[in-house]
């Protein structure tokens, strides 16, 4: 709380009160706590990766260069970390620019089924390698204002993480469907956009922090899948630039169920 008292006098000699103001900082300190947090995640996520590069690089020029199995092995690691490297830093630079809303938002027409199904095609090839049964369920006739790229990225990280989160042989789903509010009119008809899948789910703990940055319900799991823990903080944010919403409903063994609400018109 910062208090600030400013004499109140009517002539030069004249008092008349005392003008007390208070202001409220709170709101202002936890945003910088959020901001030294984040710098300090970001320092700790990118030091990871560099440590095996600069370690798997030191052990081959020790020796390790000289058994080409070994070698070989190693140098896909160097690979695999460097592109995690990149991956973190494209998102971590996304999210910024997002938070910063130094992103112009470009809102058309978007056809619902038309656009779906293009993003489950992108999908097929990486489904296809765990044999996960990509499904569709959309509505006929639904156009939403939207900006596509955001709305695909959106799709396409709930999308990848049904496929990385859900064991071979699984089932991804895509169901959309338009819908009013209690006491709305149909000048205000939204859709709803869920997600769902036949996945290892997510631990009711951990539910309230899945929107989080950097929070994972299992770091090494995330990581084999190359995964940033950026994903849902993104989408949260690409979802609150189309004033709409996002919820997740899950439960252990049995599946995620990710809901997103939009309005059709900005
Ligand atoms: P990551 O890059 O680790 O996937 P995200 O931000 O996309 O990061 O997701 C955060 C965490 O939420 C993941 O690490 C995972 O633990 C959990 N998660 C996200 N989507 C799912 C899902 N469909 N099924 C189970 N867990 C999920």
């Known amino acids: 709380l910062e208090i600030n008292l400013s004499p109140m006098s009517l002539g030069d000699e004249e008092w008349v009160g005392v003008l007390i103001v208070l202001h409220d900082i709170t709101a202002v300190r936890r945003l910088e706590r959020m901001r030294s947090e984040f710098v300090a995640n970001v320092s700790h996520e990118l030091k990871t990766p560099i440590a095996a590069v600069k370690g798997f690089a030191e052990t081959l020029l020790a020796g390790a260069l000289n058994d080409k199995e070994t070698a070989k092995s190693f140098l896909q690691i160097i690979f695999d970390e460097s592109e995690r490297l990149n991956r973190l830093i494209g998102d971590i630079l996304e999210l910024s620019k997002i938070e910063s809303k130094r992103i112009p938002m470009q809102f058309s027409p978007i056809y619902m089924q038309t656009f779906v199904g293009n993003c489950l095609n992108v999908m097929n090839s990486e489904a296809a390698k765990k044999s996960i049964e990509l499904e569709m369920l959309v509505d006929e006739n639904l156009y939403i ?94 979802v609150e630039l189309h004033k709409g919403s996002i919820r997740v409903d899950s439960e252990v063994g049995m599946g995620s169920k990710f809901i997103i609400e939009l309005p059709i018109i900005h």
Do not use: C, W
Not at 148 to 171: A, F, H, V, W
């Open 145 to 238: 204002e939207a900006d596509e790229d955001r709305l695909r990225q959106i799709m396409i990280n709930l999308l990848s993480n049904g496929i990385n989160y859900t064991p071979e042989g699984g089932k991804v789903k895509v169901k959309v469907e338009s819908f009013l509010r209690a006491g709305d009119g149909p000048e205000n008809e939204r859709i709803r956009l869920t997600i769902s899948d036949t996945g290892i789910g997510i631990p009711k703990k951990d539910l309230p922090r899945i929107f989080e940055r950097f929070y994972r319900v299992d770091k090494a799991r995330s990581r084999v899948s190359g995964g940033t823990g950026l994903g849902l903080s993104i989408v949260k944010h690409l």
